[in-house]
């Protein structure tokens, strides 16, 4: 688990807070190698930079992922983060995950795109559904990250619970590149997609999604409203059958205290330039400017300038 971020940015860069972030080099909390969120904010972070004018510019930081990047912002290690509708929820109210450090004070600056749950086996696995990975070796992300989060939740639904599998808690990449190698029999990643651990992937072996067995999937559907269905198809990773997924929409999320006109910057960047961010990533062309309007918490008051003044 990424309990710091000391180790990739040097401990004067962490003497920057939150509020005096203005004008000055903001960081952005993403997830591990082999995702969709590192990416994601490395493209945000080249169109910030060069377009948010001010002086702002942005630089993406490894984290543990959706789960810890609020905890993050919370610790002033980051200025600005990537994670998830309900985590986004949960970290307001200090609720799960956020128990022991209380509510945090974030507001969302910008819908993002969706990540699905790939649960995924080579082709030829006896693995089918989900209740088959019961005394399997599985690697299940960082132990931080939201692939995780979605693990436990979906678990009790299915009678089972962690302690019926082997995990592994390791980076999307390293996850993947296991499960290719035969060192675990599945590979979990809650990732946007295409993800850049599963393409990888596939370069060398064919990979399966497991399936949700028979009313499962409605079931955990109806269990969080946050969350929603998403079929993959077979040309995204070159599988046989497509796959149904489960899935959460992203958002970007800032402290309500990091003034908001540097937000306001930040968001016209993003927004004003979308056409820009989607040509460098893939991921960008599932953003809907629209769904910032209709996120689970209230938008950042910077974020709420850009779009009262559309």
Do not use: C, W
Not at 216 to 245: C, F, Q, R
Request: no cysteine.
């Amino acid at each position: 688990m990424f309990t710091s971020i000391k180790t990739f940015m040097g401990a004067a860069a962490l003497t920057v807070a939150a509020s005096t972030a203005s004008a000055e080099e903001l960081r952005i909390g993403t997830a591990s190698l082999g995702g969709a969120f590192y990416p994601m904010g490395q493209s945000i972070s080249n169109v910030v930079t060069k377009h948010a004018g001010n002086g702002i510019s942005m630089v993406p930081i490894v984290t543990g992922g959706s789960v810890q990047n609020p905890n993050l912002i919370a610790a002033g290690e980051v200025e600005i983060a990537i994670t998830n509708n309900n985590l986004a929820v949960l970290a307001v109210k200090g609720k799960g995950p956020y128990t022991k450090a209380g509510p945090i004070d974030i507001g969302a600056v910008a819908a993002l795109h969706p990540s699905v749950l790939h649960m995924m086996v080579l082709e030829d696995s006896d693995i089918q559904t989900f209740e088959d990975l019961a005394g399997k070796r599985v690697a299940v992300g960082p132990a931080g990250g939201g692939t995780l989060g979605f693990v436990n939740f979906l678990m009790p639904l299915h009678g089972m619970a962690i302690e019926d599998i082997t995990p592994s808690f390791v980076s999307y990449s390293d996850g993947f590149s296991q499960l290719t190698d035969g060192t675990v029999d599945a590979a979990l990643a809650l990732s946007g997609y295409p993800a850049g651990a599963v393409m990888q992937a596939t370069a060398g072996a064919k990979l399966r999604f497991i399936k949700f067995s028979d009313g499962k999937l409605d079931e955990a559907l109806e269990a969080n409203g946050a969350y929603l269905p998403v079929e993959i198809g077979t040309d995204v990773y070159g599988t046989a059958d497509s796959g149904m997924v489960i899935g959460v929409n992203n958002m970007l999320v800032a402290p309500n205290s990091l003034d908001a006109a540097t937000v306001q910057a930040v968001t016209a960047a993003i927004f004003d330039n979308l056409d820009e961010l989607k040509e460098e990533n893939a991921n960008a062309r599932q953003i809907d400017p629209a769904m910032s309007l209709k996120l689970a918490i209230p938008l950042h008051a910077g974020a709420q300038a850009y779009f009262d003044s559309k």
